[in-house]
Nanobody
Framework: QVQLVESGGGLVQAGGSLRLSCAAS????????MAWFRQAPGKEREFVAT????????YYTDSVKGRFTISRDNAKNTGYLQMNSLKPEDTAVYYC???????????????WGQGTQVTVSS
């Protein structure tokens, strides 16, 4: 089992920045790929970014490329999502997930956090 706890969400003005953290406990964090997903009110959960076990490979959805950066510190069992140039359309609950493969499909991820709210005001 892997337990994931997100933090760092909040209210920010458009153009601002936030850094989300995902603290992992339980089985070895470094054994898992990690991803961030988000879900806005009335919408389905969508892929945001993913990173390989050693951090060597990252992938992003087109709408966040150049603005968001996913990273991880395996020594600290923590993953991050740095979000810059935030837009109102980035408003959502953000979830971190851990799984065995680096994919955009949410069903491939075995472990999920409880989510953290990000609200971007215009």
């Amino acid at each position: 089992q892997v337990q994931l706890v997100e933090s760092g969400g909040g209210l920010v003005q458009a153009g601002g920045s936030l850094r989300l953290s995902c603290a992992a406990s339980g089985r070895t964090f470094r054994s898992y790929a990690m991803a961030w997903f988000r879900q806005a009110p009335g919408k389905e959960r969508e892929f945001v970014a993913t990173i390989s076990r050693n951090g060597g490979s990252t992938y992003y959805t087109d709408s966040v490329k150049g603005r968001f950066t996913i990273s991880r510190d395996n020594a600290k069992n923590t993953g991050y999502l740095q979000m810059n140039s935030l837009k109102p359309e980035d408003t959502a609950v953000y979830y971190c997930a851990a799984g065995r493969v680096v994919v955009q499909d949410s069903t491939a991820y075995d472990y999920w956090g409880q989510g953290t709210q990000v609200t971007v005001s215009s």
